[in-house]
Every structure is written in C-alpha cells, then in structure tokens.
C-alpha cells in the first residue's frame, strides 16, 4: 500500500542547476498538490493539479514548473536552481469527493539543498 | 500577518499532561478546520477536521473551534510520549461564491511537542 511516493528523497544541488521532482499517487485521486516547507514558515503551496492535464499556481509558484501528463504523476521542477529554493518538498493528493475536509494524503518529502 | 498564526513552541510536556494547541486565523472565509500531526522527516497526517464551529472528540484528542474568535484549538489528554511530533493546524474555504478550494490548504507554522517520560 504505497499511498504518495516522492523520487528522489534527497538531493544536493548548485545554483543554476535543473532538476524535476517526481510524485506519484496510486490512490487513484484527481487532485495533487506540491507544498514545501520551511522553518516557522509551515507548508506553502506552490502549485496543484485538479485533473490529468491541468495545473494551476499557488501561494509560492515563483521558479518552479509543473506538469501532469498522467493522472497518477505530478512532477515539479526547478529549472534554475537558487539557494532560496532549499526547503522540503512535499507532494500531496486528495479525492475529489471530499476536496475540502482536508483529507490530504502526503508523501515522505524530498530534502532538497541548493549551494 | 499571516492568515493563520500558531505559535512554533517547542512545548515540553511531562507524560500524562493535558496539552493544549492553538490557532488564530484572519480569513472569515475559512470553513474547515483541520489538524495534521508530523513525525520527524515524515510526511504531516490528518488527525482530526471539523467544520464551521464546534467541538469534536475522537479518543484522547478533541478539536475546537470558535468562528466568533477566529480561535481553533487542539486538546491533548493523557498524553503520551508517542504524541511526541509537529502539530500543524490547516484550514479551508471549502465551497464559496468563488468555486471550490479544490482542498488547497492554509497551513500554521506547527508547534514541536515532546512528551517526555
């Protein structure tokens, strides 16, 4: 029962340099979400998907890309990574029954560090 | 200001206390009321959500809110040292005059709870 799955789980970056997050969800849900989070920051929204083929921008889309080509995947990148992108990544999913009780079911992260 | 405030702690606790966790919000749009626990490098889980006002109990956890105040709150009782993590309220506007929220959440900052034996 993998629920949300996040590749890769750690990862060290320099300034400038490319890199795409995957998230995977085997729930079958139509919503995804990417947060990150950040000391006394709590999770931010940078962008969600309500349906294969769609996306839309968050609370913090600022340098980052998105794309959900497969109703299971969503996949974030940074196309030119910045040291204020060091955070931790967290994908999201929830079913379209019940969007807004809050049952959103959350990866494990991915610790990302930009030098 | 931020739309939901809550104060990051950390709050120490000896086992068997009653802890006591809150949230102040500023968006009258706000209907859904949640509280997710984080264990350390873990992803955040939903504990409990209520919906508009009022009070819900489930085990030793009880979820309260106040519409008037703009005040949520999270009780603890008997707590114990596996209650040990981040407690991150969240809300929603859930369905409005707007569309739906599509469950696109507000976090808190999480307060750090240890529950020391």
């Known amino acids: 029962n993998a629920g949300v799955t996040q590749t890769p789980k750690f990862r060290v970056l320099k300034t400038g340099q490319s890199m795409t997050l995957l998230c995977a969800q085997d729930?079958?849900?139509?919503?995804m979400y990417w947060y990150r989070q950040d000391p006394g920051m709590g999770l931010r929204l940078i962008h969600y998907s309500v349906g294969e083929g769609t996306t839309a921008k968050g609370e913090v889309p600022d340098g980052y890309n998105v794309s959900r080509l497969k109703k299971q995947n969503f996949l974030l990148g940074l196309e030119s990574a910045a040291p204020s992108q060091t955070s931790v990544y967290f994908c999201?999913?929830?079913?379209?029954?019940?969007?807004?009780?809050?049952?959103?079911?959350f990866g494990e992260g991915s610790r990302l560090t930009v030098l | 200001q931020k739309e939901v405030e809550q104060d990051p702690g950390p709050l120490s606790v000896p086992e068997g206390a009653i802890v006591s966790l809150n949230c102040t919000y500023s968006n009258s749009a706000f209907q859904y009321f949640m509280w997710y626990r984080q264990y350390s490098r873990k992803g955040p889980e939903l504990l409990m959500y209520t919906y508009s006002s009022g009070n819900k109990e489930d085990g030793r956890f009880t979820a309260q809110v106040d519409k008037s105040s703009k005040y949520i709150s999270l009780f603890i009782r008997d707590s114990q040292p596996s209650d040990s993590a981040t407690y991150l309220c969240?809300?929603?506007?859930?369905?409005?005059?707007?569309?739906?929220?599509?469950?696109?959440?507000?976090f808190g900052q999480g307060t750090i709870l240890t529950v020391h034996p």
């Open positions: 999201a999913s929830s079913s379209s029954f019940r969007p807004n009780t809050g049952e959103l079911f």
């Open positions: 729930m079958n849900h139509e919503y």
């Open positions: 969240a809300m929603s506007g859930g369905l409005n005059a707007g569309g739906t929220s599509y469950g696109k959440l507000t």
